[in-house]
């Protein structure tokens, strides 16, 4: 089959290499434009784009996906299929495009958590696993019919960062599985209000700046899941005497505090805690601001509270 990837970020990388690896026609690759980065602002590649080019892939790099233009070049290449992984909202004039549709590897075990930040939402909320699904695009956002599927547990300790790195290649995996159903002609999509996997449906909606501050008036097993949800990005803060403290790794200890809510513990060589509802949040990493992150005893062995950092 020819086939066309779209997607931007290392997570997707994960799934053009598995494709190109497994002897699968990627005709093109769709990633976003160049954009200026760092103190230089020189212009910087998508990962996608990058290895598209180091593999001799063409690029197709649309500002608007309705550009009459691009999708003139999006029809030249003839596709059969289109794959998407981490990449924007397509209007139906692209992912209805080839004759075998247009499938996504979504970060969740869909229905539940469809959205822009599954990863996050399903650890804050204490799942105990997750998943990747791949499904056929339609109208409304991560609705269409369901595919394949794949489980990942969410380990104690585990931070978005891990799950990320986890559903990668299992997206990967539950890709190429996908892909050879699809070409042997083997699948049978299954609609999504078809599937009763809970009473409720969860939401992963953009998480924004704002909605990262912690809450201390709250149960220490919320605030630790919170915060291995948020790591390491966009990260978890407080503040700490007045400036903004992100903290990424974290231990919880239940007990009754002997502190208010959201006062600090500390012997100031090795550890660092925060007051919660029913017990403590001791940091473990952190990075306070106009510092680099760092491990907790290295934090402290060069701030003095109450002097002017």
Known sequence: MRIIFMGTPDFAVA??????????????????PDKPAGRGQKLHQ????????????PVLQPVKLRDPDFLDALRGFQADLQVVVAFRMLPEVVWSMPPLGTINVHGSLLPQYRGAA??????????????VTTFLLQHEIDTGHILFKGEVPIEEYDTAGIIHDKLMHKGAEVLLKTVDAIRAGDIRPIPQDTIVEATELKHAPKIFKEDCAINWDAP???????????????????????????????????TTPTIG????????????????????????????????RMQVDEFLRGYRFGADQ
Request: glycine share 10%; aromatic share 10%; no cysteine.
């Open 15 to 32: 799934s053009l290499q598995a494709l190109i690896a497994a002897g699968e026609q990627v005709v093109a690759v769709v990633t976003v």
């Open 46 to 57: 998508s990962a996608v784009k990058q290895f598209a080019v180091a593999n001799g892939i």
């Open 118 to 131: 599954p990863i996050n939402h399903a650890i804050i909320n204490g799942e105990q696993k997750t998943g």
């Open 220 to 254: 220490v097993a919320h605030i630790f899941n919170f915060i291995r949800g948020l790591s390491p990005y966009p990260a978890a803060y407080t503040y700490l005497e007045g400036k903004v403290l992100k903290i990424y790794e974290t231990d919880k200890e239940v």
């Open 261 to 292: 809510v959201g006062q600090v513990d500390t012997d100031g060589k090795t550890y660092l805690k925060f007051a919660a509802q029913d017990g403590y949040i001791q940091v473990k990493t952190l990075q306070i601001e106009g510092k680099k």
